[in-house]
């Protein structure tokens, strides 16, 4: 059984700061980590996707990968408050079914 | 921008009753999956659908669910016999031709079992 961990928060942060979100999974043989946003009442918008140990970054996010510590992060660089939402952390095995953490409240404040 | 499409928007239903819920995955896709969210809760997988059958599905996905693609472009969920426990957002997905890439959702079917 794959589990996945966030904190559920709310994490407020003030406009334009860096905003830290953190997820941990159980399974080591998870292969593909998927971090999506979620306004309320609305479906779940793919943000960004990481294989590989490291960074990946588009734009103002920044995915990072720590297979070994089974660790994974999003990073929002001059959050404005329009990123105000919850943050799914996914993740899949061997195949491609999408395992969600309860996510993360993300709140920008002006 | 292609996008997966769903309807309707909500569905109420009585205790009992048959409910389809309806997709249109984008066009050139080709796993489908339905997962459900209970208000409050974590998205939950139900089932993905390949080459015309189930490849994968979960303890929830019992002999109430169907899943049917009846022409080259819907995808359907059939919840036989509808619970109040059935109540829940009931997103398709769909994702590319390689196992693992990114899957893309629709705006959801709300689904009130009164």
């Known amino acids: 059984q794959k589990e996945v961990e966030q904190n559920s928060g709310p994490l407020s942060v003030p406009e334009g700061a860096i905003a830290s979100l953190n997820c941990t999974y159980s399974?080591?043989?998870?292969?593909?980590f998927f971090w999506y946003r979620q306004y309320s009442g609305k479906s779940p918008e793919l943000i960004m996707f990481?294989?590989?140990?490291g960074d990946k970054e588009d734009g103002r996010f920044t995915a990072q990968l720590n297979k070994a510590s089974q660790y994974v992060s999003l990073l929002i660089r001059d959050s404005q408050p329009s990123d105000s939402a919850t943050y799914l952390c996914a993740l899949t095995g061997g195949g491609n079914k999408l395992t969600f953490g309860t996510g993360t409240q993300l709140k920008v404040e002006l | 921008e292609p996008e997966v499409t769903q309807t309707p928007s909500h569905q109420v239903t009585q205790m009992g009753q048959e409910v389809i819920l309806r997709c249109v995955p984008i066009?050139?896709?080709?796993?489908f999956y339905w997962y459900r969210q209970i208000l409050g809760q974590k998205v939950e997988f139900l089932v993905s659908?390949?080459?015309?059958?189930?490849?994968?599905k979960s303890e929830i996905f019992d002999d109430q669910f169907s899943v049917e693609r009846p022409d080259g472009s819907n995808f359907t969920l059939k919840i036989r016999s509808t619970k109040l426990e059935d109540s829940a957002m009931y997103f398709c997905?769909?994702?590319?031709?390689?196992?693992?890439?990114?899957?893309?959702f629709g705006q959801g079917t709300r689904l009130t079992v009164v």
């Open positions: 066009s050139n896709h080709l796993y």
């Open positions: 997905a769909s994702s590319g031709v390689i196992r693992g890439t990114e899957a893309f």
């Open positions: 659908f390949y080459n015309n059958e189930i490849s994968e």
């Open positions: 990481i294989y590989s140990n």
């Open positions: 399974d080591r043989g998870s292969q593909s």
